[in-house]
């Protein structure tokens, strides 16, 4: 219901991601993070690095668990080179992020397997 209400608005389409990600349905959770980038890409509004970020480790999770382990770790090297400060999750814990305990596991799981 929320995607539908708001289905130009990349927030709704990320918090569709995680929510996805959070049931195990990786591959929902990665059309979802990839509506989410389109939109956040095509939009003319000022981004923040934590808007950013948030977008990037949802997608890196979804490409990864759904079996695209070439894609995540692809963007991983991106968020990597432009971000090397979040490329932990102690370090994204500093961000005004609210991510389940589950994500931050699968987040951590994926960063371990790219150092």
């Known amino acids: 219901a929320a995607i539908h209400g708001?289905?130009?608005?990349y927030v709704a389409w990320s918090n569709a991601g995680y929510v996805a990600l959070d049931s195990g349905d990786f591959q929902s959770a990665t059309s979802y993070f990839s509506k989410a980038l389109?939109?956040?890409?095509?939009?003319?509004?000022k981004h923040t690095v934590t808007e950013e970020?948030?977008?990037?480790?949802?997608?890196i999770v979804a490409e990864y668990y759904s079996g695209d382990k070439k894609k995540a770790k692809n963007l991983y090297r991106v968020v990597k080179k432009d971000y090397?400060?979040?490329v932990t999750t102690n370090a994204l814990?500093?961000?005004?992020?609210?991510?389940?305990?589950s994500t931050v596991k699968l987040i951590d799981?994926?960063?371990?397997?790219?150092?």
């Open 53 to 59: 970020l948030d977008l990037c480790w949802g997608t």
């Open 84 to 86: 090397p400060q979040f």
């Open 6 to 9: 708001n289905e130009n608005n």
């Open 109 to 115: 799981k994926v960063a371990a397997n790219f150092k």
């Open 93 to 101: 814990k500093q961000l005004p992020l609210v991510w389940s305990d």
């Open 38 to 45: 389109k939109l956040f890409d095509a939009s003319k509004e």
